[in-house]
Each structure stands twice: as C-alpha cells, then as structure tokens.
C-alpha cells in the first residue's frame, strides 16, 4: 500500500497498538518491502504497547531469524534462490581448495608424445579409472606401447 496518502498513515496508526510484541513488529517490518520500513516503523511506534527498539536491531533480528529458519530470498513476493548461509572468504577458499582437490583426482590428463597437445578427461559419475581411459581412447587418443619411452598421440598424430 502506498503509504504516502494519509489514510495508508491513519490506517497504521490504528493497526500499531494490535502489534504485541517485538517478534511480531519484526515480522511485520521484515514483511514490507525495504524501502518503506522506516516509514512503518516511524509510524507505528508512538503508538505501540511496548518500547520500540532501533529499526537497525529488527532488521538484523530478521536476518538472524531466516538464516536459523534457512527461509529463501525473496524479490516482491516471488522466490529468486534458495537460501545459501553466509560465508568468510577463508571458507569460500577452503571449499575452492576441496573442490579442486576433488577434480584433480577424478581428471586424466594426456599429452601427445609428438606435439605436446594436451587434453583432460573428467570422470563422470560414478565413472571408474578405466571407464574414463576407455574413453579418451574411443575420442582417438592412443597408447604408444612400441615408442621408447612409451607416450600416448592425440588423435592428430595416431593417424
């Protein structure tokens, strides 16, 4: 509702002494679109039962409430993402770390003996060691077993 007509305000007022608590005037702020909730909240607070705290402290109330809650962001009503917890740039690269720790252990990297391409096969799901050799071989790639050392050529070179 537009709250800049003074019926939207008078209607405030009205409703301000039917907020019981802390809990429920958050949640009535955190429910209001973010540009009008200092509008609300100047509004209703000289006629609340119960001494108002600072609109900073209901903000960060509802913050810590739907992060416990897990509940997912919103924009005007309509789901944008589920919620993610927050995160420090220490555990961002920690799990960066992982990840890429995981990759290289699930990656095949070939390099042609002849002109140094190199290619990587990632394995699928659930895809063994053998599955994914099987299956640089079947792109072209092959074992030079003849060849002192012994090297793979890319599909270019095997011909």
């Not at 608590?21 to 973010?34: G, I, V, W, Y």
């Not at 897990?70 to 960066?96: C, M």
């Not at 990840?99 to 799901?125: M, P, S, V």
């Amino acid at each position: 509702m537009p709250l800049s007509d003074e019926k939207s305000i008078r209607t405030l007022e009205i409703l301000a002494p039917t907020i019981k608590d802390h809990r429920q005037f958050e949640s009535k702020l955190a429910s209001a679109p973010p540009e009008l909730r200092r509008i609300i909240y100047e509004t209703c607070r000289p006629y609340l039962s119960f001494e108002a705290k600072p609109l900073d402290w209901y903000i960060m109330k509802s913050c810590q409430r739907a992060e416990q809650e897990q509940l997912p962001l919103t924009d005007g009503g309509s789901v944008v993402r589920d919620f993610q917890p927050a995160q420090d740039a220490s555990t961002i690269r920690r799990a960066n770390e992982v990840l890429a720790q995981t990759i290289a252990k699930r990656t095949l990297t070939l390099t042609c003996g002849n002109c140094l391409l190199e290619h990587q096969f990632y394995a699928l799901d659930g895809e063994t060691p053998n599955a994914t050799i099987r299956r640089a071989r079947e792109c072209g790639w092959v074992y030079d077993y003849k060849a002192d050392p012994v090297r793979e050529l890319c599909p270019e070179c095997a011909k």
